[in-house]
């Protein structure tokens, strides 16, 4: 479609294209404000999404579009394999699939980088080809780092850090070569080939930092990757005098880095311990040689915790000697009747062993006038546990130790406990990480699904049952 | 624009996106990642005015077209699956009944 170069209709307008640009960056902040609260989440993507389509259709406004073909080309390419995939993904495999996302966004602004280079011949004013040397650096780890994630947590390769012998030496080689070749570039060489290496070192670069990086700390590793892509899309717009690329990209850049330090801290995780990868030898504070293992708990926060709350349909609530310890039982009490309010059915999971003498749950929760059908023995709520969406631990801890089944050489081996570790998510409420009566370690904090609130057990269920009433 | 300006901008953008995110709850973390994530498909922008540019020449057109692609990918993906995730947070049937039964007695 040939356009008309002084015969611009009012729509093709610079300005008119970068009032657009203002309405959809507008909306994407306003997106990532829903986002962050979980009831106005589903919205904020939606507001998010809409920003995006003005965007994009403003751009196609401009006058400088041409080769509609390839246009349309790309575009039903990328819708379809975008929306298959993203339709038919488990819930259990999104973060791969994300990663997945993430890298073709970073590919793209590599893709974009050397055929601005191209275009111009090499020869770029400095005020573009700094930017540009940029987003082809970034764009190139990012679309590289995040299929090494994919292909990580999708099991097509082994999600155990790999390390080959002096890695941390060979990536600081990468990194230094990358950027000499970049610096090469902004001082000026225009040599096409020197472009070339800089996205293959860049790519190297990329695989080696991923690869060494254990399975459970993938989730922020994407996160991170996340916010490069975003600011290499930043500095494409700045490449491309793009206001719309600039201020989305930054944007991404920022509340990316923001929410990967938040992730790596709900894991009980620094940034840099996991970008170090097998170096670490296990997270500091790590308690005595189980360190070794590497094992993290995931501690929560009273907020997540009524969010998961009030969306399950069962909870179990499983009371042990903490409760009784911080006189938690009127607060628990509470905390029922307010699930129950909104529908959420909510019952007890009572050990003959929990607490300090036999039927002193039964006692403490009788006092708090919780009613006596919602108190489950052992063995009418064991089989409840596979259908129950959240238990809630209050200060019982070896009556729900998985070891008492699994483990014969544990000193509870035997041992009748509560299947808590069947339900689909367990929270455990507890002050500290010291191991219980018993003095052995509980395997079911160690778990994926399980995430602990600290804290004394009647402030903790207080502060949840502040939360769950703003929901 | 000039290159001051749009470094002005950078900084602004910066800051909001710090305020914007301040305090997220675990659950949403990973919608919030997919969230962002389709954001940075912006770069489909870049890919949409650079393959203008190509002019014919043909490894141009093929790496912008890719990066059309790809960027395509990266929108209508992480808008798509960042709805799914957010999807589980819909209320169920009988609790959002007592909810919406609160909230118009609370009059919010």
């Known amino acids: 479609m040939a356009h008309l170069p002084l015969a611009a209709s009012w729509y093709q307008d610079q300005d008119f294209i970068r009032g657009l640009y203002i309405i959809a960056f507008a909306l994407f902040i306003l997106g990532l404000r829903m986002l962050s609260h979980p009831r106005t989440a589903r919205r904020g993507n939606q507001v998010a999404a809409v920003g995006m389509a003005i965007a994009v259709v403003a751009t196609l406004l401009d006058e400088r579009i041409g080769n509609w073909g390839l246009i349309v080309l790309g575009i039903a390419v990328g819708t379809a394999i975008g929306i298959p995939a993203a339709r038919s993904v488990k819930m259990t495999a999104m973060p791969q699939m994300v990663a997945l996302f993430n890298g073709v966004g970073g590919g793209a602004v590599a893709l974009i980088a050397w055929a601005e280079f191209r275009h111009a011949g090499g020869d770029l004013p400095l005020d573009s080809i700094i930017p540009n040397v940029f987003a082809a650096i970034v764009g190139s780890v990012s679309f590289w780092g995040s299929n090494i994630a994919f292909a990580k947590l999708q099991e097509l390769i082994s999600g155990r850090p790999i390390m080959l012998p002096g890695q941390r030496l060979v990536n600081a080689v990468l990194l ?16 096409e080939a020197l472009f070339i290496l800089l996205l293959v070192l860049a790519a190297v670069f990329g695989n080696m930092v991923v690869l060494p990086i254990g399975g459970a700390d993938m989730p922020v590793v994407i996160s991170l990757l996340n916010a490069f892509t975003g600011l290499s899309a930043a500095a494409a717009g700045i490449a491309l005098d793009n206001i719309a690329l600039i201020v989305a990209g930054m944007l991404v850049g920022a509340s990316g880095s923001i929410l990967t330090n938040l992730m790596a801290k709900a894991m009980n995780r620094s940034i840099p311990a996991i970008v170090a990868g097998g170096f670490g030898g296990g997270p500091s504070g790590g308690a005595g040689p189980a360190g070794a293992e590497d094992r993290s708990v995931r501690s929560t926060s009273p907020e997540d915790v009524a969010i998961q709350l009030a969306y399950a349909s069962k909870v179990v609530v499983v009371p042990g000697y903490g409760m009784a310890v911080a006189q938690a039982q009127h607060a628990v009490r509470d905390l029922a009747a307010e699930l129950e309010r909104r529908g959420v059915e909510v019952l007890y999971a009572i050990h003959p062993v929990a607490g300090r003498m036999p039927g002193h749950m039964n006692v403490l929760l009788a006092e708090a006038d919780v009613p006596y059908e919602q108190l489950k023995e052992m063995d009418d709520i064991n089989p409840e546990f596979p259908t129950t969406d959240v238990s809630l631990v209050i200060g019982a801890n070896d009556v729900t130790n998985p070891a008492a089944r699994e483990q014969r050489d544990s000193p509870i081996y035997g041992m009748p406990i509560l ?20 003095g052995i370690e509980n395997e079911l904090y160690y778990e994926e699904k399980t995430s602990m609130l600290f804290g004394d057990a009647k402030g903790s269920v207080e502060s949840v049952l502040a939360e769950l009433k703003q929901l | 624009m000039d290159i001051l300006t749009e470094i002005a901008i950078l900084v602004l953008a910066a800051f909001v996106g710090f305020e914007v ?82 909230d118009a007695q609370e009059g919010s």
Not at chain 1, 176 to 191: F, I, R, Y
Not at chain 1, 422 to 430: A, E, G, R, T
């Open chain 2, 21 to 102: 995110i301040s305090k997220v709850p675990n659950t949403l973390h990973t919608p919030l990642m997919s969230g962002t994530n389709a954001i940075h498909g912006i770069v489909l922008l870049g890919g949409l005015l650079v393959v203008g540019e190509a002019g014919g020449e043909t490894l141009n057109e093929v790496l912008a077209t890719i990066a059309i692609a790809f960027g395509t990918i990266n929108i209508v993906g992480g808008f798509l699956v960042t709805d799914r995730m957010l999807e589980m947070f819909k209320k169920r049937p009988d609790p959002k009944a007592a909810s919406a039964q609160r």
């Open chain 1, 176 to 191: 230094l070569g990358t950027l000499a070749v970049g610096c090469a570039l902004m001082a000026g060489s225009e040599s």
């Open chain 1, 419 to 438: 299947d808590v570790d069947k339900s689909q998510s367990v929270i455990v409420l507890k002050r500290s990480m010291n191991p219980g009566f018993a």
